[in-house]
């Protein structure tokens, strides 16, 4: 039995990001409205320049993440605001920034990359019910009811 530090640099474990092995991994399938109530709820209590992002698919299915300072770091890095520990996500993956009652995802360089509703971007804002997905996550994006505009009649 070899020890890791016997091993050869090729086969040495370290903190790297792993990408996705083809293009189907980034297949965009938008969820349906299939949110339950505790979901709702917590959405309609959100305040005037709060957003939520909850977890759609991915190893943390379910959790939920409250977007309410201005800038909103997400990554695999311990002490990123949302962290993901999962070897699809970078470090320091995208950043989430708020100006205003608006949202929006700026990619850090990462190498699986940011998508919003399947497509990749450096940036993009969010509107409400998007889809997020950071590296294996996928999120939905939602905002006040507040700071909806009004619906046409």
């Known amino acids: 039995m070899r020890r890791a530090a ?3 640099a090729s086969e040495r474990s370290h903190d790297t990001t792993q990408t996705f092995g083809h293009d189907a991994d980034l297949s965009f ?11 709702l709820e917590a959405i309609d209590a959100l305040p005037s320049r709060v ?10 299915t379910g959790a939920r993440y409250l977007l ?22 970078s470090r320091r993956h ?5 100006s205003g009652t ?5 990619d850090q360089r990462s190498l699986n990359g940011s998508y919003v509703n399947g497509e990749r971007v450096d940036r993009s804002v969010l509107a409400n019910g998007a889809e997020v ?5 996928r999120l939905n994006f939602f905002v006040s009811p507040v ?6 009649n």
């Open 6 to 8: 016997d091993a050869p």
């Open 147 to 152: 700071d909806l505009p009004p619906a046409d």
């Open 51 to 60: 957003a939520l992002l909850i977890v759609r698919s991915g190893p943390t």
């Open 133 to 137: 997905r950071i590296g294996k996550f």
């Open 29 to 39: 399938v938008p969820f349906g409205a299939d949110l339950n109530e505790a979901e």
């Open 68 to 89: 309410d300072t201005d800038v909103t770091t997400v990554g695999r890095h311990p002490e990123a605001d949302i962290f993901f520990d999962d070897v699809t996500v």
């Open 102 to 106: 608006s949202f929006e995802i700026v």
């Open 94 to 98: 995208a950043e989430i920034t708020r």
